[in-house]
């Protein structure tokens, strides 16, 4: 008798289940940033949000620009009503490396990856009063003169620290690292020279690039960058398979049915067949490329892994 209930109990709640997924969405969704609006992770979680109108209930952005992201990050790991996501950059990934054990959640437990949405590289630039004109002549000025060259990034802890870290690894370069408060507060000392050189997302340097008042020494991803089809890669240079790009794209709460997550999956891939849509993406700086759910995961471990071994090697820490 009470094995006959247990079983029923169990298909009443599967039963229940099914309901839930069919009948998702029933309400609007919110997809969460971390970050200020008017960036770039709240620009393309924009686009997706305004694609939820099609599964016949809207999606609003939320922003909670605090702790390097980790309050949106949390509230979506711990959502339950079935309508909260997450629109995250690579500082999800770079942030659990860092913060290994003293973060409220576990990316690769917590969170059930949807799909990758766009990615951008980074770039190595110097300043013209720095007598180097190629990567290879940076990294020989660097070793010539230790601690004699200085490297600015946006900030400790941002995926573009870690980068810079990781290359100062790979190539035994000793360059000291500059932090500021954003590419905003980082960019006019690097144009005035007070600082030798920058490692960060290319698209806000581009215009200084062409202008001829910064010099692009090197992108950090292993093919060569759409937006800058004459600057070497690392990888073909001074670091032999050097791959690190910034990236951005959709999660979910790790108890998202898998019915759930693979309609929004579809929907990330769909925003970006628009053609309007992956345009703006582009002429962002960034390169549009959706996934398969399988695919972001796996590079969400990978990255958590790498950073994660970048950080015990270097002792770089977020704050």
């Known amino acids: 008798m009470r094995r006959r209930a247990m079983l029923a109990g169990l298909v009443a709640a599967g039963q229940a289940r099914a309901q839930a997924v069919q009948d998702w969405p029933s309400r609007p969704s919110r997809v969460l940033v971390g970050f200020p609006a008017g960036g770039a992770t709240d620009i393309y979680a924009r686009m997706v949000a305004a694609r939820f109108a099609t599964l016949g209930q809207p999606a609003v952005v939320e922003n909670r620009p605090a702790a390097g992201g980790v309050l949106a990050n949390e ?21 659990a490396a860092l913060r290994a054990g003293q973060l409220p959640y576990d990316v690769l437990h917590d969170f059930a990856p949807v799909s990758l949405f766009a990615s951008v590289a980074n770039g190595i630039l110097v300043h013209p009063g720095v007598p180097a004109r190629t990567i290879e002549e940076f990294v020989a000025l660097a070793k010539a003169q230790p601690r004699g060259l200085t490297m600015a990034s946006p900030g400790n802890g941002t995926t573009a620290h870690v980068t810079q870290e990781y290359f100062k690894l790979r ?80 999660l979910a709460p790790a108890t998202t049915p898998a019915p759930v997550l ?18 703006r993406v582009r002429q962002g700086g960034a390169d549009p490329e959706a996934s398969t759910r399988r695919a972001f995961g796996e590079m969400l471990r990978q990255d958590i892994a790498r950073w994660t071994e970048v950080v015990r090697l270097t002792g770089a820490r977020a704050d």
């Not at 909260?84 to 999800?92: G, I, K, T």
């Not at 910064?214 to 950090?220: D, K, N, P």
């Not at 693979?262 to 345009?279: F, H, K, M, Q």
Request: charged share 15%.
């Open 75 to 95: 509230a979506v790991a711990r959502a339950t009503d079935g309508h909260s996501f997450l629109f995250a950059s690579s500082s999800l990934t770079t942030g």
């Open 171 to 250: 190539t035994g370069v000793a360059i000291e690292h500059v932090p500021y408060r954003g590419t905003g507060a980082l960019l006019p000392d690097l144009l005035a020279g007070q600082v030798s050189s920058a490692l960060d997302n290319l698209p806000p340097y581009a215009e200084h690039v062409q202008a001829g008042r910064l010099r692009l020494l090197a992108v950090t991803t292993a093919r060569s960058w759409p937006t800058m089809p004459d600057a070497p890669t690392l990888a073909a240079t001074v670091a032999p398979g050097f791959d690190v790009a910034t990236w951005f794209g959709l």
């Open 262 to 279: 693979d309609a929004l999956n579809r929907l990330c891939a769909e925003t970006l067949a628009d053609p309007a849509i992956a345009e």
